[in-house]
């Protein structure tokens, strides 16, 4: 059983439709999680992150944990064009030299 | 400041054959990471280093090696080049402070084919 599960799609949505990605995990240990967006032959930047369980929303961005469920979420609102990326979910423990255990990436298409 | 950068863009190698990934960081950075990404998979974790001359190894780190001797640079050295080493490279790095969002800031990648 991999660590970090991601569907990696391809999703496919109209402009202004609501975008919801997921990931579930089987290390209960983790406390960071985050969601970092790529776009094309780009490195991965951090959209948002939530520390332990909770909401979080930024703009049109709302990150879910649920850790008795080990699940999280991104969900998109009113989805643009520009939302267009590959988004992997990541994790990591409160120590341990702060690395990420990713997820495989959910490549999302907005049309116009 | 240039934050992650990383040289080469491209590369294709003949099997057997070694090089070396350059990647640096001017933000004074503690902590730096190599990840290797391929289709479908995720980003994979190589090889880390918590400081100047101390690294560790990752997930995956068979058939490469690195080297920490300044804050600033961490070279990843492949010796023998092999197929199943045909992916995307990626670094990062972050502060060695404990922070909120524990981000890691991505270098632009080095696409590598191994014929």
């Known amino acids: 059983q991999k660590e970090v599960e991601q569907d990696p799609g391809p999703l496919s949505v109209p402009e202004g439709a609501i975008v919801s990605l997921n990931c579930t995990y089987s290390?209960?240990?983790?406390?960071?999680f985050m969601w970092y967006r790529q776009y094309s032959r780009k490195g991965p930047e951090l959209l948002m992150y939530t520390y332990s369980s909770g909401n979080k929303e930024d703009g049109r961005f709302t990150a879910q944990v649920d850790k008795s469920s080990k699940y999280i979420s991104l969900f998109i609102r009113d989805s643009q064009p520009s939302d267009s990326a590959t988004y992997l979910c990541?994790?990591?423990?409160?120590?341990?030299?702060?690395?990420?255990?990713f997820g495989a990436g959910t490549t999302v298409t907005v049309r116009a | 400041n240039a934050g992650v950068t990383q040289t080469p863009k491209f590369r294709i190698l003949k099997i057997g054959q070694s090089m070396t990934l350059q990647c640096a960081q001017d933000?004074?950075?503690?902590?730096m990471y190599w990840y290797r990404q391929d289709p479908g998979m995720g980003l994979k974790l190589i090889y880390y280093?918590?400081?100047?001359?101390?690294?560790d190894k990752g997930e995956v780190p068979n058939g490469y090696n690195v080297s920490r001797s300044t804050t600033e640079d961490f070279p990843l050295r492949l010796e023998l080049a092999a197929p199943s080493q045909t992916s995307v490279y990626f670094c990062?790095?972050?502060?060695?402070?404990?922070?909120?969002?524990?981000?890691?800031?991505f270098g632009p990648g080095t696409r590598l084919t191994v014929l």
């Open positions: 280093s918590v400081g100047a001359g101390i690294t």
């Open positions: 990062a790095s972050r502060p060695g402070l404990q922070r909120e969002n524990n981000e890691q800031f």
């Open positions: 990541a994790m990591s423990l409160l120590s341990n030299d702060y690395k990420l255990s």
């Open positions: 290390n209960s240990a983790f406390q960071y």
């Open positions: 933000m004074n950075h503690n902590y």
